[in-house]
Nanobody
Framework: QVQLVESGGGLVQAGGSLRLSCAASGRTFSSYAMGWFRQAPGKEREFVATITWGGQSTYYADSVKGRFTISRDNIKNAVYLQMNSLKPEDTAVYYC????????????????WGQGTQVTVSS
C-alpha cells in the first residue's frame, strides 16, 4: 500500500508556472506507475499525465502537452508535475495517483490517490 500527499498548489497568474510535488510513503514506490489528474468544479476528474515505473516513458493529455512535464525520483519516493504557461482553464484540484498499469489515462487504473492540491490560475 502507498500513501500520497500532494503539495505546491496555489494562485498564479496566466502565463506563470507552478511545480506540484507528490510524496509517497511505502517501500515499493518504484513498482507503481504514477499519474496526475485534475478536477474542476462541476466537471469529471480528467487525466493530465502519467509516468512509467522507471520513468522512461511519459504520456500527456493533449490539453497540457508541451506545457506540463511529469517526472519522478524513486530515491526520494516522489513524483512531480512542472506546469508552465498556465491558463485559467488549468484551474482545478490536482491529484496524484499510483497504479499498476503503465501508460493509462483511466482513473480506474489507479489504486491509490492523494487528497489533492488546489491550483488557481487568474486571467
Amino acid at each position: 500500500q502507498v500513501q500520497l500527499v500532494e503539495s505546491g498548489g496555489g494562485l498564479v497568474q496566466a502565463g506563470g508556472s507552478l511545480r506540484l510535488s507528490c510524496a509517497a510513503s511505502g517501500r515499493t514506490f518504484s513498482s507503481y506507475a504514477m499519474g496526475w489528474f485534475r478536477q474542476a468544479p462541476g466537471k469529471e476528474r480528467e487525466f493530465v499525465a502519467t509516468i512509467t515505473w522507471g520513468g522512461q516513458s511519459t504520456y500527456y493529455a493533449d490539453s497540457v502537452k508541451g506545457r506540463f512535464t511529469i517526472s519522478r525520483d524513486n530515491i526520494k519516493n516522489a513524483v512531480y508535475l512542472q506546469m508552465n504557461s498556465l491558463k485559467p482553464e488549468d484551474t482545478a484540484v490536482y491529484y496524484c495517483a499510483a497504479g499498476f498499469v503503465e501508460g493509462s489515462s483511466w482513473p480506474g487504473a489507479y489504486a491509490y490517490w492523494g487528497q489533492g492540491t488546489q491550483v488557481t490560475v487568474s486571467s
